[in-house]
């Protein structure tokens, strides 16, 4: 079954630091997300993707983050520079469609911890 | 503002009884609603998507049912297995490109 992969799986980094996580979305998908989840909180929207370009993003995506799509595959969310209140799950998630009729696939996550 | 509020925020079972979780929520104009399970440490996993027309979904031992007009969801669980102890979130999707509206989660543990 086609799956959503996320590495790394647990990255550990000093604040301050540059961060890069790396997603490979489903590969007939069309519509790119990532979420967080601070341990113990809910789901929080980040940003969505589209035709190579962001179509959504919270107030949380601030300039400190970004996103490409450098490959036709590959999928990053970049902190530039990472704070303690950065430690959380990171999502990458992907859909055939528009969210609002879709299935949206979630990868198993990136742990991230800023010490 | 946009929410979703699930309760209760956890609940332990024994094996091989049954729950049902709910869900409010204030999303409008309303798409469809989704119950995702999360084990801990792991991705969301997709239970069910029910839009605006639909009242009842199940997917396995999972039955979803949605009220529109209340704003109201619920996830019953049937003959809960150790395996179902995970959390169990709510989600909305409003209309257009609108982000997905996460609610906080029912932690359920099932207990032998």
């Known amino acids: 079954e086609p799956e959503v992969t996320q590495t790394p799986s647990h990255q550990v980094t000093q604040m301050g630091q540059e961060v890069i996580l790396r997603c490979v979305p489903i590969?007939?998908?069309?519509?790119f997300y990532w979420y967080r989840q601070i341990l113990g909180q809910k789901v929080e929207f980040l940003v969505s993707f589209y035709n190579n370009e962001i179509s959504e993003k919270s107030e949380i995506f601030d300039d400190q983050f970004s996103v490409e799509r450098p490959d036709g595959s590959n999928f990053t969310l970049k902190i530039r520079s990472t704070k303690l209140e950065d430690s959380a799950m990171y999502f990458c998630?992907?859909?055939?469609?528009?969210?609002?009729?879709?299935?949206?696939?979630f990868g198993e996550g990136s742990r991230l911890t800023v010490l | 503002k946009n929410q979703v509020e699930q309760s209760p925020q956890s609940l332990i079972i024994l094996e091989g009884k049954n729950c049902t979780l709910q869900c409010n929520y204030t999303v409008s104009p309303f798409s469809n609603l989704r119950w995702y399970k999360q084990d801990t440490g792991r991705g969301p996993v997709s239970l069910t998507i029910m839009t605006f027309s639909e009242n009842t979904k199940s997917n396995g031992r999972y039955t979803a049912t949605l009220d529109a007009d209340t704003k109201q969801s619920s996830l019953h669980i049937t003959a809960s297995q150790l395996s179902d102890s995970a959390s169990y979130i709510c989600v909305v999707s409003g209309r257009g490109n609108t982000p997905l509206v996460f609610g906080k989660g029912t932690r359920l543990s099932v207990i032998a």
């Open positions: 590969s007939n998908h069309l519509y």
């Open positions: 998630a992907s859909s055939e469609v528009r969210l609002n009729t879709g299935e949206l696939f």
